[in-house]
């Protein structure tokens, strides 16, 4: 599956309304770790609107996080994930839900499918996926 494609797919899962975005991302991450789509999105359930409901980190974020140090068996995570945060935030202009979720000429800053959809992409682009 190429990235784009996984991009897509945590995009069809987030419309789905089954899945919340954190869930989105690991899901669509899910080859790149040992774990089956179902335990992550256990894993990952408590993740929405921003670390549990207290609209501050974003779930996308959160579930590229995880993914990144289940891939790197936690060698090199926090260099990784720096990474991924600051490419995530220079693409959608803010980390937390509640600024991403702020409305400004009647649309979000960033939605939640984008956020989902550049999370896929930050993480891929940064671990080398193609």
Request: aromatic share 4%.
């Amino acid at each position: 599956m190429t990235l784009n494609e996984r991009a897509n797919k945590a995009v069809e899962l987030k419309t789905s309304s089954k899945f919340n975005c954190a869930q989105s991302v690991a899901v669509a991450l899910a080859d790149e770790t040992s774990l089956s789509e179902e335990q992550l999105q256990q894993l990952t359930a408590g993740f929405c609107a921003g670390m549990g409901n207290l609209e501050a980190t974003c779930g996308a974020l959160i579930g590229a996080g995880m993914i990144t140090g289940l891939k790197t068996q936690g060698q090199g995570t926090l260099g990784k994930t720096k990474q991924i945060q600051e490419e995530f935030a220079r693409r959608c202009g803010a980390l937390r839900c509640k600024d991403l979720k702020t409305v400004t000429d009647g649309k979000p800053l960033c939605p939640c499918e984008e956020c989902v959809r550049n999370a896929v992409m930050v993480y891929g682009e940064i671990m080398g996926l193609e």
